[in-house]
């Protein structure tokens, strides 16, 4: 048994000594390269931020006017250009919107402003406002003074 016990450990020791000599014959490592980091140009913002199409307040010269009285005292004014067949202004809240004509199949009026979320329906009794976001009406009974 010391036979044995004295063979694992000479063996062990000359596995530990060919294993430190093995180390130091390796080249020593090159230290890792530092990166270099290169300035980035971030770009300008300019000052002045570009409207989206739906911000532009509309050009009401030359259109029809058409004034709603609304209950509860609200009033909508809608603004009709012959010349721009796509787009109507509607007045609301105190603002003025740019609002696009959608085509329906029953004839009635509807114009939409995407961004806002705001949905006029005209139809020759009546008409209203809705707040499609929020699901809500804003204005309701809406008529023109001679109706």
């Known amino acids: 048994?010391?036979?044995?016990?004295?063979?694992?450990?000479?063996?062990?020791?000359?596995?530990?000594?060919?294993?430190?000599?093995?180390?130091?014959?390796?080249?020593?490592?090159?230290?890792?390269?530092k990166t270099e980091k290169k300035a980035v140009k971030k770009p300008v913002k300019k000052a002045a931020a570009v409207k989206d199409e739906d911000d532009v307040e509309p050009d009401v010269a030359g259109s029809e006017i058409s004034e709603y009285s609304c209950e509860h005292g609200h009033t909508i004014t809608v603004y009709r250009n012959a010349a721009d067949a796509q787009y109507a202004a509607m007045?609301?809240?105190?603002?003025?919107?740019?609002?696009?004509?959608?085509?329906?199949?029953?004839?009635?009026?509807?114009?939409?402003?995407?961004?806002?979320?705001l949905l006029f329906i005209g139809i020759p009794a009546k008409a209203m406002l809705l707040d499609s976001?929020?699901?809500?009406?804003?204005?309701?009974?809406?008529?023109?003074p001679g109706q």
Do not use: F, I
């Open 133 to 144: 976001k929020k699901g809500r009406q804003l204005a309701n009974e809406c008529k023109m």
């Open 91 to 117: 007045r609301w809240d105190k603002r003025l919107y740019r609002m696009k004509r959608v085509e329906t199949e029953s004839g009635a009026e509807r114009l939409e402003h995407a961004k806002r979320g």
């Open 1 to 33: 048994m010391k036979t044995l016990l004295t063979v694992l450990l000479a063996a062990s020791m000359a596995l530990a000594t060919t294993y430190a000599a093995a180390e130091e014959a390796k080249p020593a490592k090159p230290a890792a390269k």
